[in-house]
């Protein structure tokens, strides 16, 4: 992977990605989940796209960071829609994970965290709610208090 500065720690997972504030949100899930929905309502937030439905991930030092592989760099699939054209991020440092196949159920839920390319970075879960894209771009903006 080109730019990338350690090799041993690279993959591509399937996930979208978008940033905000210089710090990007890996959204992974099953087919179907709405990885590219919550991708579009942050961008419409005013997030930023780095990759839709895959997503290179590699280390540089602590940090992990993602691109768009170079054949879909600046498009995201809006469903019943089409393939929408974005400016998209060259790369960004992920600060943030979403499962969106495991559901939060508490109002206020524990820290959690997860593991990537051998590096810990902090986890929610999919909230049905209108306010969640809200709170994920607040997130990467300011972060979260213990």
Request: charged residues 25%.
């Amino acid at each position: 992977m080109a730019g990338a500065s350690d090799t041993a720690f690279s993959e591509t997972v399937h996930a979208s990605c978008v940033a905000h504030a210089g710090r990007a949100v890996l959204i992974r899930g099953a087919s179907g989940r709405g990885k590219s929905a919550l991708a579009l309502r942050l961008m419409a937030l005013g997030a930023q796209l780095v990759a839709d439905d895959r997503t290179e991930l590699w280390r540089e030092g602590e940090t992990i960071c993602a691109r768009a592989p170079d054949t879909i760099r600046g498009m995201i699939e809006a469903r019943f829609v089409g393939i929408l054209a974005a400016e998209a991020l060259d790369r960004a440092p992920v600060h943030l994970v979403i499962d969106l196949d495991r559901s939060e159920s508490e109002r206020l839920p524990p820290n959690r965290n997860t593991a990537l390319l051998g590096q810990t970075l902090p986890l929610l879960y999919r909230v049905d709610a209108d306010h969640f894209p809200a709170s994920v771009m607040q997130y990467l903006a300011h972060g979260r208090k213990a």
